[in-house]
């Protein structure tokens, strides 16, 4: 069974959050959709409200904290990314953008993306795609067909009949799995590696060999 790693962002503000609730629910149901698959995953999670502070000072200064430094590296090497933020104004959230401002603008190239995204009404369904996926294009990142809302209703069970939550949820995650499964698994060349520049197999020594003539 091979193994893969997914990255989880979530821009809610209040604890508890139905943002989080909605990352952690296409987060289980992805790893599941996966084990189809035979891939085994890891999901880690980040709140970005735990990084705000030092999104503004990266922002401000250019440079990211330790703690903020590690939370972008773990988003960008990630083999997938899940993105829930709350809609505010018909867009996603100052937080959401901020996080994604800090980002160098090719660090997600490629990377299979699952939208989500929650809200009061459901009038702000449409947010995820003129506002949120036009971002991760602009990212050149690989977002599934499928964004995931959620309105308020939909977690207090007078959602969409006809395509309710739980249903929006599986597809959502089945396609992301697939996106998953259908990836190489990335592999960073180690550059204090002999074979990143003499190439596969072979060593200083041979390098040296070669230079004695032999």
């Known amino acids: 069974m091979t193994t893969r790693r997914i990255a989880v ?9 139905s943002t989080r609730m909605l990352a952690d629910r296409l987060a289980a149901e992805t790893v599941k959709a996966l084990a ?10 980040i709140e970005l409200r735990d990084y705000a502070h030092d999104i503004t000072n990266n922002l401000l200064t250019g440079f990211a904290p330790p703690a903020l430094e590690t939370a972008i590296n773990t988003v960008v090497s990630a083999d997938a990314l899940i993105a829930v933020t709350p809609i505010f104004s018909t867009s996603y959230n100052g937080l959401f953008k901020s996080f ?18 929650n809200a009061g009404t459901a009038r702000h369904s449409l947010a995820i795609d003129y506002a949120i996926r036009p971002l991760f294009a602009y990212l050149h990142a690989d977002a599934v067909s499928t964004g995931v809302f959620a309105a308020s209703s939909d977690w207090g069970g007078a959602g969409d009949d006809v395509a309710p939550l739980a249903k929006r949820v599986e597809k ?5 799995a697939e996106a998953i499964a259908r990836r190489e698994v990335a592999v960073t060349d180690d550059p204090y590696d002999p074979a990143t520049y003499l190439g596969e197999g072979r060593s200083f020594g041979h390098m040296l060999g070669g230079l004695a003539g032999e």
Do not use: F, Q
């Open 172 to 176: 959502g995650a089945r396609e992301l």
């Open 36 to 45: 189809g698959h035979d891939i085994e995953a890891s999901v880690d999670v």
């Open 100 to 117: 994604i401002d800090v980002l160098d603008p090719d660090a997600l190239t490629g990377t299979p993306v699952l939208i989500g995204a």
């Open 9 to 17: 962002v979530s821009a809610g503000l209040s604890n508890p959050s």
